[in-house]
């Protein structure tokens, strides 16, 4: 009897490795043969590590084959699966070593209890399910579903599942239970009675919904990557046909008899693409199609921009639908006309005539518009429809859709079913599900067990939660939804540039971040996010939060409908790599494995700046393009060819276009690494590799991961944190030294795939630093005013913006933390290298929004001889959605102490007691748009926003912009022309009573966008 290694099985799995196996038997040492019967594994995936409940493939087998595989000892009780075309599987249900045997051939499989979390990101669809007086819910981000009794909620137990699985469903009878794992491509089949999944059918990429036909012979499953929805034989488990379907199909409803089902897009956008003009001959948002024939019976071409449900109303013959509607030519900033619509909509089926609507609007005077509502549930003669976003459940009146009660719920709610008379939301964020009425919440059952890291989980909720002000009528997620676009051009910034929301995933080693390359790295992306996009301020915990939710995001597993079942390109898709790589010159700018040079073109195929995007998973993308000017994979391929020169005829197009469908994350790579390599590096600097697949955390593995100086090998431990590795020197980096940290090849990713070749970072240390940067700074920028005219930035005309700065004195530089205003705070190291100043890029704010920051690069001058340095200078580049400044002057001071009497800025600024008690504020002719009285210490918005930091008194604020106020002005006492905008900064309207003794600074801003200031001591 022969045993076959793991690691022999693994290697034959390997995308682009040789096959060990030619298919003529398996071959010992001496090229005999030792059964009888021939197999390959090239349709099945690596066989190491295999978490418990996944399913997994044995080795393929001739047909003419008459023995199988069969299990000959394991932990746990589930057989082999035998399928057609000698295809064998199965789905472990406990961890240990399974052996299997075929005639006298032996394979030994590991299977572990849980595999490391990596954020393919599906969130849930239609999670919960009534089962036999319980109720369950698909965890998504965990690969289990949690049972709970009713109407308790107490938990009953777990299942363990197959990868990301986000929607369930049911046989008549409820013995088996049915789940869409969008990460792994399969339909798993639970056996009620036994408690655990029992088989697993590939059914297509990303199943997103699933509904049973009610006699229990068939189900059918959305795909999101394809026009079609699968039909499953589930008599004999196997994928039989497919149905058409919209783009991104994810909602179905299936009526009663089982011959006609409802299908809908899901991230289908809009034929109108302002302002650019309006696509024709898209699919459209939703479907009818008869089950027997597979003929479309209606369509609805225009219902919404992004579809989350459907829900058929048989006795009222109405099709439900919920969803989003998007108005781009509302611009992102205006109150009240909010870009983003949460709607439920009544069609009818015979004629497909909108019959009813409801705009799903604020709850009350301090809310913004209902955000991303997801499912549906009628429950006799109330309709029911939770909102993640707001985190909310709504009654309807199911007659004619106005609102009858709404309750606030837990967890940002994807899906609400109404069970053994009870409803019942999934609050998949929190791992909660709840029971509820119109009165409120009746009880909470917790639901799983959340693997996400904490930062990671947070940062989700910050991700799909309403911003403020403007920002209240929507979300990250609204344009980028699930991690993806939503299709649509969305004008960004002060000067309204139209693109389209990119896609989220690898943003460590993608950056710069967005069309225009603006933002330097995902944590200021974190920070950015909050405050330009959603115009809300954040914590520094919310910020990093966001940003490491951002960071966890990763692209597609191996596997999709184009690829071979173990992730492999097909022969077209080789065919299309060829060129690819090679006569199409795609590489040149998308080289693997990133496909992107992270380069930022002043022209791309779209005019304007245009950071090359990775292509990886692009099929996924529904549009294409920075405009969205590709309704169709194939015409934006078609169109980056011609922009490049590049001539392809039909079959090359076809064959490149089938190579970008089936470009997935394959291979395991070095992502990101830190530090970065383009600068001297200080030597208490972090040593970081970021691999885009969780590393496995073996001491033998890890002994591929080594540290040099000067050509020496120097000790150090490897710390693995899934998909990053923490290398710490077991003594300090010497200064002015080459280092070279590598990852040999072979060294494993958690799942078995290996790094093909040795990856190197190489950086050099800086110099000892000749100076400490120790204390309290500040970092004054020179900002230069928008001309709103030009649609651009007018340099003739400066304003000093000042962010507070402080150090502590480090070994190879100093910590710095940034005070970007109320609380909110940025922190970096900084490297010192002899008496030469480097602060990595870092975002900063400017009233109530942010910009992108350059790198800061600038010799440090000690003063006053006591070794600390008190100055540097220099220039940066500004950044931002639409706009990139260079040579913008700055300036690190010492910051100043106690009260410095006197004036500052471009503006005389003059206060003047008169002889009445009045205080006059005077700033000679022209007009004014702002002006605070404060402590020293507070900072001035630039543009509208509340004055932040220190101790604000008063604030006037122009109220016919670009106009201002004219001086003088008394204290207290409101002009023509303005308002007194105390309130938002903290004093009483009006302002508080000016104290003897006290120091305050009495500033103005005009309409030429100069400030001037006046420091004194109260009389």
């Known amino acids: 009897m022969r045993t076959i290694p793991t690691l022999l099985l693994a290697a034959a799995c390997t995308v682009g490795t040789p096959l060990p196996l030619d298919g003529s038997g398996t071959a010992d040492d001496t090229g005999s043969t030792v059964s009888s019967c021939t197999w390959s594994t090239v349709d099945g995936p690596p066989l190491i590590r295999v978490p418990v409940g996944s399913v997994r493939y044995l080795p393929t087998i001739d047909p003419g084959c008459t023995e199988t595989w069969t299990v000959v000892d394991a932990p746990g009780d589930n057989e082999v699966v035998h399928g057609f075309g000698g295809e064998s599987r199965f789905v472990p249900d406990a961890a240990g070593t399974w052996t299997f045997a075929l005639g006298e051939d032996q394979l030994d499989v590991e299977v572990v209890d849980q595999a490391p979390y990596h954020a393919l990101f599906h969130p849930p669809s239609r999670s919960l399910l009534e089962v036999g007086g319980e109720v369950w819910a698909a965890q998504a981000y965990a690969p289990a579903i949690a049972r709970l009794t009713l109407p308790d909620l107490q938990p009953a137990g777990e299942i363990a599942v197959g990868s990301w699985p986000v929607a369930l469903a049911a046989s008549p009878d409820r013995s088996l239970v049915y789940v869409a794992q969008a990460g792994d491509d399969h339909l798993g089949v639970i056996d009620v009675a036994a408690g655990r999944m029992v088989d697993a059918i590939h059914v297509g990429d990303e199943p997103s919904g699933v509904v049973v036909s009610p006699d229990g012979t068939r189900a059918y499953v959305t795909l999101a990557t394809a026009t079609e929805i699968a039909v499953v034989d589930l008599e004999h488990r196997a994928r039989t046909a497919t149905l058409p379907a919209p783009p991104d199909a994810r909602a179905l409803a299936l009526s009663s008899d089982g011959t006609h089902l409802a299908v809908a897009g899901h991230r289908t956008g809009a034929a109108e693409r302002y302002p650019f003009g309006v696509d024709e001959g898209l699919d459209p948002d939703v479907m009818v199609v008869d089950t027997a024939s597979g003929r479309v019976l209606a369509t609805f071409p225009e219902v919404a921009s992004a579809i989350t449900d459907l829900e058929l109303d048989e006795a009222r013959g109405r099709l439900l639908v919920t969803g989003t509607r998007s108005f781009p030519e509302r611009g992102l900033v205006d109150v009240d006309a909010p870009p983003f619509e949460g709607v439920v909509t009544a069609w009818d089926l015979d004629t497909g005539a909108l019959l009813d609507e409801i705009v799903l609007g604020p709850g009350g005077p301090a809310t913004g518009m209902v955000l991303g509502p997801q499912a549906l549930a009628l429950d006799g003669d109330r309709l029911w429809v939770v909102a993640e976003g707001s985190s ?102 002060p000067f309204a540039v139209w693109e389209a929301s990119r896609a989220m995933f690898w943003l460590e080693g993608t950056a710069p971040l967005g069309w225009g390359g ?455 006492e409101v002009p023509r022309r303005a308002e007194d905008a105390s309130a938002a900064s903290g004093p009483p309207t009006g302002g508080a009573e000016l104290v003897s003794g006290t120091c305050y600074r009495f500033s103005v801003t005009t309409d030429r966008f100069q400030t001037g200031s006046r420091t004194l001591i109260w009389p």
């Open 392 to 493: 909310a459940a709504i009654a309807l009146d199911a007659e004619d859709l106005h609102e009858l009660a709404r309750i606030p719920v837990d967890g940002q709610p994807r899906d609400v079913i109404v069970a053994d008379g009870h409803v019942l939301s999934h609050g998949s964020q929190a791992f909660v599900v709840q029971a509820l009425d119109t009165t409120g919440v009746l009880a909470t059952g917790a639901a799983g067990t959340d693997p996400r890291p904490p930062d990671v989980a947070a940062g989700q909720v910050g991700f799909v939660s309403p911003g403020e002000q403007y920002g209240a009528n929507y979300s990250c997620n609204s344009c980028h939804t699930d991690g993806r676009g939503d299709t649509r051009v969305w004008p960004a910034g």
């Open 518 to 972: 603006y933002v330097a790295d995902v944590r200021a992306f974190g920070y950015t996010g909050y405050t330009s996009i959603i115009a809300k301020w954040p914590t520094t915990g919310m910020a990093e939060d966001l940003a490491a939710f951002l960071a966890s995001l990763a692209p597609p597993a191996a596997a999709n409908g184009q690829t071979r079942r173990s992730g492999a390109l097909s022969e077209a898709g080789e065919r299309g790599r060829a060129l690819y790589e090679g006569e199409a010159a795609c590489a040149s700018c998308h080289p693997a494995p990133r496909t992107t040079t992270n380069v930022t073109l002043a022209d791309g195929i779209t005019p304007d700046e245009s950071s090359i995007p990775s292509l990886v998973g692009i099929y996924r993308h529904n549009r294409w393009l920075k405009r969205a000017d590709a309704t169709t994979l194939r015409d934006s391929v078609a169109e980056a060819a011609a922009w490049s020169g590049v001539s392809l005829d039909d079959g090359q197009l076809d064959d490149l276009t089938r190579y970008l469908e089936e470009l997935t994350d394959r291979d395991l790579f070095l992502l990101a690494s830190e530090p970065l390599t383009d600068g001297p590096v200080g030597v208490d600097t972090p040593l970081v590799l970021t691999f885009n697949q969780p590393i496995w955390d073996d001491p033998t593995n890890l002994q591929a991961i080594a540290l040099e100086v000067d050509g020496q090998t120097r000790s150090a431990t490897p710390i693995v944190d899934g998909r990053k590795v923490m290398l710490a020197p077991d003594a300090p980096l010497p200064w002015d030294a080459d280092v070279v940290v590598t990852a040999a090849a072979g060294l494993e990713a958690f799942d078995g795939r290996a790094l093909p070749v040795e990856e190197r970072v190489a950086f050099h240390t800086a110099l000892a630093p000749a100076l400490q940067l120790d204390g309290d700074y500040e970092l004054v920028v020179d900002l230069p005013v928008i001309d709103f005219v030009n649609g651009g930035f007018d340099d003739r005309i400066t304003i000093p913006v000042i962010t507070p700065l402080t150090a502590a004195s480090t070994d190879g530089g100093a910590d710095v933390v940034l005070d970007l205003g109320r609380g909110l705070t940025w922190s970096t190291l900084a490297v010192v290298d002899d008496d030469t100043l480097h602060v990595p890029p870092a975002p900063l704010s400017f009233g109530f929004s942010m910009a992108q920051g350059g790198e800061l690069d600038g010799t440090l001058t000690d003063l006053d001889g006591d070794g600390v340095a008190d100055r540097a200078e220099g220039e940066m580049i500004m950044s931002g959605p639409g706009f990139h400044v260079e040579g913008i002057s700055w300036t690190l001071r010492r910051a100043a102490s106690g009260c410095v009497e006197g004036t500052e800025g471009d503006v005389a600024v003059d206060v003047a007691i008169d002889g009445a008690g009045d205080v006059l504020i005077d700033w000679g002719s022209g007009g004014a748009l702002g002006l605070y009285v404060t402590s020293p210490d507070a900072r001035l918005p630039v543009g509208p926003g509340p004055v932040t930091g220190g101790t604000t008194y008063w604030v006037l604020s122009s109220t016919a912009f670009p106009l201002g106020f004219a001086g003088p002005v008394t204290y207290g």
